[in-house]
C-alpha cells in the first residue's frame, strides 16, 4: 500500500483535552494525547483515534466567535479559550441507519493564530483538488409534489449545506408542468453548471431527464425519432432531492428517500451512472424511462390517481384497491431481445449495489465520450432471430429497468435488477385469480420471491416491442362512444412511464445504457454503512447527535 506523506501534524484542543491531529491525502485522524483514556461506553469497541476520509469532508472554515460561545459555557471550556483562542471546524458525513447520512461537525482548538489559519488552508487546498464535486448547480424545485414541501425541505435542510460546501445555486420554482424540461431544452445556459437538481418526485426527475437528453441529442444533432439512433450520453450529473409521492429512483439509487443524504450526495460528487430505457411508437419518439414502464395494473393505477392528485401520495394506495378489485387483464403481444449471457437473470439473486461489478463489466461498451466501442456494433447482435415472442392475456406487463426499490416495497418490483448494466428486466404477470395476484403483490412487500408463481415469468432483455390485440380494429365512425385508444374495440390499457401515461400503446422500448449519471453511488453494503468506530471518550460517532437535520 501507497505510504501516506503527512500534510500536517499538530497537538490541538478539542472537547475538553488535548488531541494528536494528522492530516494526509486522504484521512484526517485525531486521536488523545493522554495516555489513559475511558473505553466507549456506546455501542461500538472503543479503539483510540477517530478518521474522517477527506473525499467525505464537507467543509471546513474558521470558528466564529459566537459558535464557540454557544458551544463552550462550562467552566472547562472558558479556560480551553483562554489557552486556544482560536479554532476551526470540520463538516463531515457521518453514516447512520439505513443508508442515511448525516453532517457531524467537529471544532479543534489552537493555541495560535497561524496555526489555525494553516489547518483551514492546508485541509480547503486538498478539498479542492477533489474535482468531481460540484461548484454551480442548477436547481429546479416542483412546489406541489409529494406532500407540496418542495420549497421547504430545499430551503430549510438543502440549501444550508451547499452553502457550507461553498456551492453556487440558481434555484428556479417551477410554476407550472414542463417549465423545467422546456427551460432546460431552450433556456438554460448549461456551460455555466456542474450539475441539475430536482426537488420533487419521480415526475420531476423526469422532466430534468427529458430536458437534459433532448438538450445533448439537439447540441450533437443527434435525432431522437430514430430508435436505433446511437444517443449522446449527458455531460451534466442529476442530484435528486426526495420531496414527491414514490421517489423510487431516490430511493433506488441511495438506499433512502432522505433529502440530507442526498445534499451529501450531490456535495462529495458521487457518480452513478443509469440506463435510460427509450420508448418509440412506429419510429417516433415518446418518452424516455427510467424506472418503471408499467402496462395493465400499473398503467391503470396511475390512470385513476392521477384523478384524485390532491389527496397526494396516498393517491396511490386508493388507486391500488380499485385497481386491484377491478382484475382487468390485457390480451397482446410481447416480443424481446434477451441481454447477453454474461449479466445475470432477474432470479440470480446479485444485487445491484454500491461499484457493481455487472455495471462497471458494461462500462466498458461506452467510453467517456459516449463513442460505442467494437464489441456493441458486432452484426448480427440484433438478429431477429434472436427475438422471442409471446402471446397472451396479461394482468401487468412491468419493464423494471432497475430495482424500483420505493417505501412501498423495500426491494422493488425487480430486486435484482441493474442500475446501470444496460438492460430491463421485463415482467409478465398472466392472467390469474385475484387471490393468486394479490400473493404476488403482496411478496412486494416481503422477503418471498414475487417471480415464484406459475403465472409470472421475468426475462432480462435489451429491448422489446408491445403490440396489443388488434384483430377487431374498426373504423372511428363506428365508434359511439370515446374509444380508450383510437381505432381498437377491444379494452385497451395503457403505459404508465415513470408516472406518466403513454399517448400509445404499441410501443418499442429500447435501453441505452449508461445515458445518464446521477449524484449518488448506488446502495452501499452493510459494511460500507457501519462506519467503523475510532473514538474514546465520549464516543462521538455513536452519542452526537445529527447537526444539520
Ligand atoms: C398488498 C400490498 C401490495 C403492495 C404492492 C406494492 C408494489 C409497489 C411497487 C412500486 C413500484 C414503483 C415504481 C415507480 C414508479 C414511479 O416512477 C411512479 C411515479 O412516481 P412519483 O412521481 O414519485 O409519484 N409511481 C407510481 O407509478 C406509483 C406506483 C404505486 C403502486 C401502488
Ligand atoms: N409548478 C408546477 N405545477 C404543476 N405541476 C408541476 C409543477 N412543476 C412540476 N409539475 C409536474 O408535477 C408532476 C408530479 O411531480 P412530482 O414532483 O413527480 O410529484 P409526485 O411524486 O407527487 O407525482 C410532474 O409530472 C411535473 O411535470
Ligand atoms: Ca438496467
Not at 26 to 48: F, I, M, N, Y
Not at 146 to 175: C, D, N, S, W
Not at 309 to 330: E, I, M, Q
Not at 449 to 468: M, S
Request: proline share 5%; hydrophobic share 30%; aromatic share 8%.
Amino acid at each position: 500500500m501507497e505510504k501516506q506523506v503527512t500534510l500536517l501534524s499538530s497537538q490541538l484542543f478539542q472537547k475538553h483535552r488535548q488531541v494528536e491531529v494528522v492530516l494526509n491525502r486522504s484521512v484526517l485522524a485525531w486521536k488523545p494525547v493522554e495516555k489513559s483514556r475511558k473505553p466507549c461506553s456506546g455501542t461500538c469497541d472503543s479503539v483510540q483515534s477517530y478518521s474522517v476520509e477527506v473525499c467525505e469532508i464537507v467543509a471546513v472554515r474558521k470558528t466564529e466567535d459566537d459558535d464557540q460561545d454557544a458551544a463552550q459555557t462550562g467552566k472547562h471550556q472558558k479556560k480551553t479559550k483562554q489557552l486556544y483562542p482560536y479554532a476551526f471546524t470540520v463538516s463531515y458525513v457521518r453514516r447512520t441507519r439505513q443508508h442515511q447520512w448525516r453532517c457531524s461537525e467537529v471544532t479543534f482548538h489552537c493555541a495560535n493564530q497561524a496555526l489555525c489559519e494553516e489547518w483551514v488552508q492546508v485541509t480547503n487546498e486538498q478539498l479542492s483538488l477533489l474535482t468531481n464535486r460540484p461548484k454551480s448547480l442548477l436547481v429546479y424545485i416542483n412546489p406541489f409534489g409529494g406532500k407540496r414541501h418542495g420549497k421547504r425541505i430545499y430551503e430549510q435542510k438543502v440549501a444550508p449545506m451547499f452553502r457550507l460546501a461553498g456551492i453556487a445555486t440558481t434555484v428556479i420554482v417551477t410554476e407550472r408542468a414542463n417549465h423545467a424540461e422546456d427551460h432546460l431544452k431552450t433556456e438554460a445556459n448549461l456551460d455555466k453548471y456542474d450539475g441539475v437538481v430536482c426537488v420533487g418526485g419521480d415526475g420531476m426527475f423526469s422532466e430534468v431527464l427529458h430536458g437534459l437528453v433532448a438538450r445533448t441529442q439537439n447540441d450533437h444533432g443527434v435525432d431522437q425519432n430514430q430508435p436505433d439512433a446511437e444517443l449522446v450520453p449527458c455531460s451534466l450529473r442529476i442530484g435528486i432531492i426526495p420531496a414527491g409521492s414514490t421517489d423510487c429512483i431516490c430511493f433506488a439509487t441511495v438506499g433512502t428517500n432522505d433529502p440530507v443524504t442526498s445534499a451529501l450526495h450531490i456535495i462529495v460528487g458521487d457518480s452513478q451512472p443509469m440506463d435510460v430505457c427509450s420508448v418509440h411508437h412506429n419510429d417516433v419518439f415518446l418518452r424516455y424511462s427510467v424506472s418503471l414502464l408499467g402496462y395493465g395494473f400499473y398503467g391503470d393505477v396511475l390512470s385513476d390517481s392521477e384523478r384524485n392528485r390532491w389527496l397526494g401520495p396516498a393517491r396511490y394506495d386508493l388507486a391500488g384497491v380499485k385497481t386491484f378489485l377491478s382484475h382487468n387483464y390485457y390480451e397482446g403481444t410481447v416480443s424481446f431481445l434477451p441481454a447477453e449471457d454474461d449479466v445475470g437473470n432477474p432470479r440470480d439473486k446479485l444485487q445491484c449495489r454500491s461499484g457493481c461489478s455487472i455495471c462497471q463489466h458494461n462500462r466498458s461498451s461506452k467510453d467517456e465520450h459516449g463513442d460505442v466501442s467494437e464489441e456493441k456494433e458486432k452484426p448480427g447482435k440484433d438478429d431477429s432471430s434472436d427475438w422471442n415472442e409471446i402471446h397472451g392475456k396479461f394482468i401487468a406487463i412491468n419493464a423494471a429497468n432497475m430495482s424500483c426499490a420505493c417505501p412501498r416495497s423495500p426491494k422493488g418490483l425487480s430486486p435484482f435488477a441493474h442500475l446501470a448494466d444496460g438492460n430491463a428486466d421485463l415482467i409478465l404477470v398472466r392472467n390469474c385469480s385475484r387471490l393468486d395476484f394479490f400473493k404476488h403483490l403482496l411478496r412486494h412487500t416481503n422477503k418471498d420471491d414475487q417471480f415464484d408463481h406459475p403465472f409470472v415469468e421475468v426475462h432480462r432483455v435489451r429491448k422489446f416491442r408491445f403490440e396489443p390485440e388488434c384483430h377487431k380494429l374498426v373504423s372511428l365512425e363506428d365508434l359511439s362512444e370515446p374509444p380508450t385508444k383510437t381505432g381498437y374495440s377491444t379494452p385497451l390499457g395503457s403505459w404508465s412511464c415513470d408516472g406518466e401515461i403513454l399517448p400509445e400503446v404499441a410501443i418499442q422500448v429500447s435501453v441505452q445504457c449508461q445515458l445518464i449519471r446521477l449524484f449518488a453511488r448506488g446502495i452501499e453494503e452493510q459494511q460500507q454503512q457501519q462506519q467503523q468506530c475510532v473514538s474514546d471518550d465520549p464516543c462521538t460517532l455513536c452519542a452526537l447527535e445529527p447537526t444539520t437535520d
